[in-house]
């Protein structure tokens, strides 16, 4: 994958597909320390410590369309040829926590990508999963929390042409709020 953003994508569709209810996804760039850290936390259905050990291997997947997996992989190849690290833990019945850490001036990172894209897609996209996104740039941040949105719109769905707008405009405003439209 050409994007972090794109990792965080796939990782967070493998949550839904694990019948998550909730998914948290933070991103914090920190400049002065040189780090940006994805983590992405879900309430899913969890892993065994034997599947956690076999999710980086790209010749396992659990899933039945296809005999690879790519995606979490890559993904821990992309944090740690930073110089980054890269977890994943999980508990069947409990959810599983990834989190990876790449330095941020190293010349093999990726760019962060199209992250509010990506957080819209999967918001409007999976109906019946919420979604806390927290951005922080700095010591600047912002959260969206779909749970607070369902308060307000009520019975309203997410893939609304006029909600839809919404959010994505939501994510845009704030990001560029948080970060000045810093490209990274």
């Known amino acids: 994958m050409t994007e972090i953003s794109l990792n965080i994508l796939d990782v967070a569709e493998n949550s839904t597909r694990a019948q998550a209810s909730l998914v948290t996804i933070e991103v914090t760039a920190d400049f002065p320390g040189d780090r940006l ?3 992405i936390d879900d309430d899913g259905c969890g892993m065994t410590p034997e599947q956690v050990e076999q999710v980086t291997d790209p010749f396992f997947t659990s899933r039945t369309t296809r005999k690879v997996g790519l995606g979490v992989p ?3 190849l992309a944090a740690e040829s930073t110089g980054g690290s ?3 833990v999980s508990q069947p ?7 990876a850490v790449f330095v941020l001036s190293h010349i093999d990172r990726m760019p962060l990508g199209d992250i509010s894209t990506t957080i819209h897609t999967l918001v409007v ?4 999963t919420d979604f806390v996104y927290r951005y922080q740039y700095n010591h600047r941040s912002f959260t969206l929390d779909t749970r607070e949105f369902r308060q307000v719109l009520g019975d309203i769905p997410f893939d609304t042409p006029d909600i839809s707008a919404y959010i994505m405009e939501y994510l845009n405003e704030n990001k560029l709020e948080t970060d000045g439209g810093a490209v990274y």
Not at 93 to 99: D, M, S
Not at 125 to 128: L, S, T
């Open 74 to 76: 890559f993904f821990k």
């Open 93 to 99: 019945g409990a959810g599983t926590r990834v989190t």
């Open 125 to 128: 996209y999976h109906p019946e």
């Open 86 to 88: 890269f977890s994943i």
């Open 37 to 39: 850290t994805v983590i």
